[in-house]
């Protein structure tokens, strides 16, 4: 059984860091792309980041480019989210999820929290992080 299990999340003041992580059980993390998400209270889901199986392919959302590093450690089979320069708009639930694989195409080409693929793949439960003025 694949299971994705979140942590780190907590209460910063604005420009601090945090990292959070995710353990992936049940399946081998080098063999999977691991996408990064966040809901706010009130909003959609949003994608943050997207790794795929090549440590090269990585992609962020505009709103977190050169803030936020995503970091993976296949003998821990652990994704990292580390999270700098902190701001109050990035408050919200973050969620690691991954498509197993699925998604046809290049990996994170359609990484979305609708996208078929990765909205029936397996996700986390979920860490807070409150970003604080």
């Known amino acids: 059984q694949v299971q994705l299990v979140e942590s780190g999340g907590g209460s910063v003041h604005v420009g601090g860091s945090l990292r959070i992580s995710c353990v992936v059980s049940g399946v081998t993390l080098e063999y999977y792309s691991i996408g990064w998400f966040r809901q706010a209270p009130g909003k959609e889901r949003e994608g943050v980041c997207c790794?795929?199986?090549?440590?090269?392919?990585?992609q962020y959302s505009d709103s977190v480019k050169d803030r936020f590093t995503v970091i993976r450690d296949n003998a821990k089979n652990t994704v990292y989210l580390q999270m700098d320069d902190l701001k109050p708009d990035d408050t919200a639930v973050y969620y690691c999820?991954?498509?197993?694989?699925?998604?046809?195409?290049?990996?994170?080409?359609?990484?979305?929290?609708?996208?078929?693929?990765?909205?029936?793949?397996?996700w986390g439960q979920g860490t807070q992080v409150t970003v604080s003025s």
């Open positions: 790794l795929g199986r090549s440590d090269e392919n990585v």
């Open positions: 999820a991954t498509d197993l694989g699925a998604a046809p195409g290049p990996d994170c080409a359609h990484y979305s929290p609708i996208y078929y693929y990765w909205k029936n793949g397996v």
